[in-house]
């Protein structure tokens, strides 16, 4: 009897035993720790960037948040390996990779994904500064003479013609010996002694080009002739185009007088005009203008085009926005005196706004009418009513940058309300460049850096390109140039 409560007793020690030992390990697999760090922007107080900054640990399995002075902490993460990431919209951090042992044992290191197992130790509590903004944008690539010099193509005519001219100055050639071993080569390479060796071939080639240059050089001369003929026609801001765009001037051989604008050019074509280069005359005076043919029912006079990013520098003077710059096959200003003479017939015209942004939607908006005033009063911009799927930011601002009225300002001549020349303040390193600014501006279309057309266009919503063009509104009234301060 007595063994048998001996061997019971035993029994149930071992059941405790194992109930314990399983509520230990329990208790283990269930532990959790913290991971803490801080992360610091150069120059840049916490306080800017944290509200829009977080904490990911792997992915988002584990979610943190940073506290005041740029330190934060991530609760309730167990034992592993883990990729701690901080992600913000306006810096890049490197990530970092925290290992924590079922004891609580902690360390941080480089993150390599090639070679996980590879141990670069980084200090803990984790120190990670940012390196920077996030590349947004790639660098445009640039055309060097190394790339020209390699390319295929030129290699093939350069080597040969390398050979040519040094060869003779490395090998003797009145050798007997070197001109034996020479012409058995050649018999080697042409067994067909009825085609002409390579010596001959060149001979001859240049021989017909020397034969042919009489003809050759008349053809030219006719060529010049005709280019001259075309370039007879004397343009005002003939500067706004390269030699080659004459070519593309659609009505440069027109036999009668030029049209007013495009839109007259759009009415006599009924309709079916192209868009491109066309001369028009202003007064007694003829410009080559871009006219867009399709937007907003044609006819319109492109007079401002830019390209976010754009090589063309619009940080100019009063004079080079007086009689305009840039290419008018591209990104230009057609010229504020231009503008003026357009704006200022005895037929009221409308001022046309077309945005375009990164991801292609368009956006428009019409001014009717429009009317820029003359040089004595600094170009003054006059506004009618505003239609359109862009926002109003010439004539309403809710900033209270009201653009209608305002005179234009240019880095050396200053115009603004502002107590500093709003053309000179810089954003990224890139003035505003003229406009015409109130205090300073609730739009900008000539900054090449950011194109600013208040919510439409800014530094949170690109844009990409721009264009700012007049037509006649169809109606009879018309803009005073006066010194009133309403139309």
């Keep these: 009897m007595m063994a048998v409560e001996v061997v019971v007793s035993r029994f149930l020690c071992f059941l405790l035993a194992l109930r314990l030992g399983a509520g230990s390990e329990a208790e283990g697999v269930g532990e959790k720790f913290k991971i803490e760090g801080r992360a610091v922007v150069p120059g840049v107080r916490p306080q800017d960037w944290i509200h829009t900054a977080r904490v990911l640990v792997e992915g988002e399995e584990h979610v943190g948040f940073f506290k005041t002075d740029g330190t934060f902490t991530v609760n309730d993460v167990p034992s592993g390996s883990y990729v701690v990431e901080i992600v913000s919209p306006a810096y890049r951090f490197e990530p970092v990779r925290v290992d924590i042992t079922s004891k609580g044992k902690i360390r941080a290191r480089h993150v390599n994904y090639l070679k996980a197992s590879e141990v670069i130790r980084l200090p803990y509590p984790i120190q990670i500064k940012s390196s920077g903004p996030p590349p947004y944008f790639l660098k445009r690539e640039t055309w060097g003479w190394t790339d020209f010099l390699m390319n295929p193509m030129v290699m093939m005519m350069i080597l040969p013609l390398l050979i040519i001219l040094l060869l003779p100055k490395v090998v003797n050639t009145n050798d007997p010996e070197m001109r034996r071993e020479m012409e058995q080569s050649m018999n080697m390479l042409n067994p067909n002694h009825e085609l002409p060796d390579v010596s001959e071939f060149m001979t001859r080639l240049f021989s017909?080009?020397?034969?042919?240059?009489?003809?050759?050089?008349?053809?030219?001369?006719?060529?010049?002739?005709?280019?001259s003929a075309e370039r007879s026609v004397e343009l005002k801001n003939a500067h706004l185009l390269t030699s080659k765009d004459y070519a593309h001037i659609i009505n440069m051989k027109q036999e009668v007088g030029f049209p007013n604008d495009c839109y007259e050019i759009f009415q006599q074509s009924e309709g079916k005009a192209k868009d491109g280069l066309y001369i028009i005359q202003l007064?007694?005076?003829?410009?080559?203008?871009?006219?867009?043919?399709?937007?907003?029912?044609?006819?319109?006079?492109?007079?401002?085009?830019?390209?976010?990013?754009?090589?063309?520098?619009?940080?100019?003077?009063?004079?080079?926005?007086?009689?305009?710059?840039?290419?008018?096959?591209?990104?230009?200003?057609?010229?504020?005196?231009?503008?003026?003479?357009?704006?200022?017939?005895?037929?009221?015209y409308k001022l046309g706004i077309k945005l375009i942004g990164m991801n292609g939607e368009m956006k428009w908006g019409e001014y009717d009418p429009f009317l820029i005033e003359r040089e004595e009063a600094k170009y003054k911009i006059r506004l009618g009513l505003y239609q359109g799927t862009a926002a109003d930011a010439l004539t309403q601002d809710t900033e209270a940058y009201i653009h209608d009225n305002q005179k234009f300002t240019t880095k050396d001549s200053d115009n603004d309300n502002y107590f500093q020349n709003c053309a000179k303040l810089e954003l990224n390193g890139i003035s505003g460049g003229g406009w015409w600014y109130n205090a300073?501006?609730?739009?900008?279309?000539?900054?090449?850096?950011i194109l600013y057309w208040q919510n439409d266009c800014n530094k949170e919503n690109l844009c990409k390109y721009a264009w700012m063009m007049v037509k006649p509104n169809n109606k009879q009234g018309k803009c005073s140039d006066s010194s009133h301060d309403e139309l």
């Design 208 to 227: 017909s080009k020397s034969s042919k240059s009489g003809s050759g050089s008349k053809a030219g001369k006719s060529g010049a002739l005709k280019r």
């Design 440 to 449: 300073c501006a609730g739009a900008n279309l000539n900054r090449r850096n």
């Design 283 to 348: 007064m007694k005076e003829l410009l080559v203008v871009y006219c867009d043919m399709h937007s907003a029912e044609g006819g319109w006079t492109v007079v401002q085009h830019i390209t976010a990013n754009t090589s063309l520098d619009f940080d100019r003077t009063w004079q080079d926005y007086k009689q305009g710059f840039g290419l008018v096959n591209g990104d230009h200003w057609l010229g504020n005196e231009f503008m003026h003479r357009l704006t200022s017939k005895p037929r009221a």
